[in-house]
């Protein structure tokens, strides 16, 4: 059974950093790409950053592009977000994304809380 646990979050104030972490488990996850989302409330979920399986390429909204950084450890079937000058605006619960064998499989989410 594949499953993505995420970790990580939590409140910080504003201009500070956390680092969020996706564990994946039962499948082979050095062929995946693998993906972060974020859903604040009363919104829409939206993606934020992806981490392309072959050449370890990524890509990020453009509101975070500068700010975040998305990496992963195929020996440990990790990925992870590091988020950086955090703003309010970047609340949200964030979490975790494979498409695998045709399904989209997400974590059960982990809530990040910036104050200003």
């Known amino acids: 059974q594949v499953q993505l646990v995420e970790s990580g979050g939590g409140l910080v104030q504003s201009g500070r950093s956390l680092r969020l972490s996706c564990a994946a488990s039962?499948?082979?996850?050095?062929?995946?790409?693998m993906k972060w989302y974020r859903q604040a409330p009363g919104q829409e979920r939206e993606w934020v950053a992806s981490?392309?399986?072959?050449?370890?390429?990524?890509d990020y909204r453009t509101s975070v592009k500068d700010r975040f950084s998305i990496s992963r450890d195929n020996e440990e079937n990790m990925a992870y977000l590091q988020m950086y000058s955090l703003r309010p605006e970047d609340s949200a619960v964030y979490y975790c994304?494979?498409?695998?064998?045709?399904?989209?499989?997400w974590g059960q989410g982990t809530q990040v809380t910036v104050s200003s």
């Open positions: 981490i392309f399986p072959t050449n370890g390429g990524t």
């Open positions: 994304y494979v498409r695998y064998s045709g399904r989209d499989l």
């Open positions: 039962g499948l082979s996850f050095w062929i995946y790409g």
